[in-house]
T-cell receptor, first 113, second 110 residues
């Protein structure tokens, strides 16, 4: 598997608390993505990054923010978690963005109670 | 934005038979169409992809076809094996954004 590490792998939190998920890569790829996966919805893009400090919104960005201060790290923050954000979150990396393959991390299972 | 529809949502085939999964997309600007396989509890992994300037691509038992005019593309798996059982996702890419279908759960019955 490509050098992608997501942390934590599992998290249970309470409604209203802030949560930060981390994606770390060792491939030096330019593009990094955050998706959520829910039954019946497939994978939906939350945010993506095309370079350090360069990010853009995806189709389900409300309630999420991201930051990328280093090439290797892409953080996803839920400022105030809600039960609707219970999901499996996948990070993906790509050398050439929309022109080429994405490699996925192992995922983070988040439960918001 | 792009809208990708995928059918069927579930598919059961006998071992050795063929399986076909179909996707349609809405944005004519989409120019890259990957297919991912996701086994239970695992990460999605690319199995084949096709670009908009190509009509068909084959890799051993797997093939993908693209009809740009009709805005649809399909995954064909021949001589299915039990290890092909998984969820398959199609995607259409516009710019740097990947839009995924809702997935097809394929079960290959030995």
């Amino acid at each position: 598997d490509a050098g992608i590490t997501q942390s934590p792998r599992h998290k249970v939190t309470e409604t209203g608390t802030p949560v930060t998920l981390r994606c770390h890569q060792t491939e030096n790829h330019r593009y990094m993505y955050w998706y959520r996966q829910d039954p019946g919805h497939g994978l939906r893009l939350i945010h993506y990054s095309y370079g350090v400090k360069d990010t853009d919104k995806g189709e389900v960005s409300d309630g999420y923010s991201v930051s990328r201060s280093k090439t290797e790290d892409f953080l996803l923050t839920l400022e105030s978690a809600t039960s609707s954000q219970t999901s499996v979150y996948f990070c993906a990396i790509s050398p050439y963005g929309g022109r080429d393959i994405q490699y996925f991390g192992a995922g983070t299972r988040l439960s918001v109670l | 934005g792009e809208n990708v529809e995928q059918h069927p949502s579930t598919l059961s085939v006998q071992e050795g038979d063929s399986a076909v999964i179909k996707c349609t997309y809405s944005d004519s600007a989409s120019n890259y169409f990957p297919w991912y396989k996701q086994e239970l509890g695992k990460r999605p992994q690319l199995i084949i992809d096709i670009r908009s300037n190509v009509g068909e691509k084959k890799d051993q038992r797997i093939a993908v076809t693209l009809n740009k005019t009709a805005k649809h593309f399909s995954l064909h798996i021949t001589e299915t094996q039990p290890e092909d059982s998984a969820v398959y996702f199609c995607a259409a890419v516009t710019g740097n954004q990947f839009y995924f279908g809702t997935g097809t759960s394929l079960t290959v019955i030995p």
